[in-house]
């Protein structure tokens, strides 16, 4: 895929760079952020964004602020045609609508220009304000993922599946 830069109402979607890695492993490390986020150092981090084949990773900005992360991968078969997203936003911008708009703008991206007919996001089960926040965007539940995470705790823990098609996009 070619460099995104995309614009939404509050955010702003970019590339990220070697240089952006110690301030989202900063986001990454707060309490709110690192329970669903655990174990990252700079060196997993690196090899997670900017190392991992097929994986495109877009910094999340606020008026010139790094305050998140966009991750996503694309399957391209065309029987296929989807993608899959993971987000983190920094805690102090939690509630206020800035992921939800990151998400509006990536998904109606990943519909409209890319080609994909769905759109599928995993959070933990626990993560309530993330599956409220996905909801909102028009993510619709499909099922438990059991078992699917290694936590924090070093223990297993279900994940749900959600996913969105093109007019389901809100």
């Known amino acids: 895929m070619p460099p995104l830069l995309l614009h939404g109402d509050r955010v702003t979607l970019r590339p990220l760079g070697e240089s952006d890695l110690p301030r ?13 986020w655990p174990d990252y ?9 900017l190392e991992s084949a ?6 999340i900005e606020l008026d010139g602020e ?4 966009v991750m996503l991968t694309e399957e391209t078969d065309p ?23 990151a998400l509006r703008m990536l998904a109606g991206h990943l519909f409209d220009v890319r080609g994909h007919h769905r759109l599928t996001i995993d959070p933990a089960v626990a993560n309530h304000r993330a599956i409220a926040a996905y909801g909102k965007v028009g993510f619709s539940s499909v099922g438990i993922m059991r078992e699917y995470e290694l936590g ?3 223990t297993w823990h279900d994940n749900l599946l959600m996913d969105m098609l093109p007019n389901d996009l809100r």
């Open 66 to 69: 790094t305050i998140g992360l």
């Open 41 to 49: 150092t700079l060196s997993r981090l690196r090899a997670d964004t």
């Open 152 to 154: 924090p705790d070093h």
């Open 54 to 59: 097929g994986v495109t990773s877009l910094v």
């Open 24 to 36: 989202l492993l900063g986001i990454l490390l707060e309490p709110g952020v690192s329970e669903w």
């Open 79 to 101: 029987h296929y045609e989807s993608a899959g997203i993971d987000i983190a936003i920094d805690a102090m911008h939690l509630d206020r609508g800035r992921g939800t708009d």
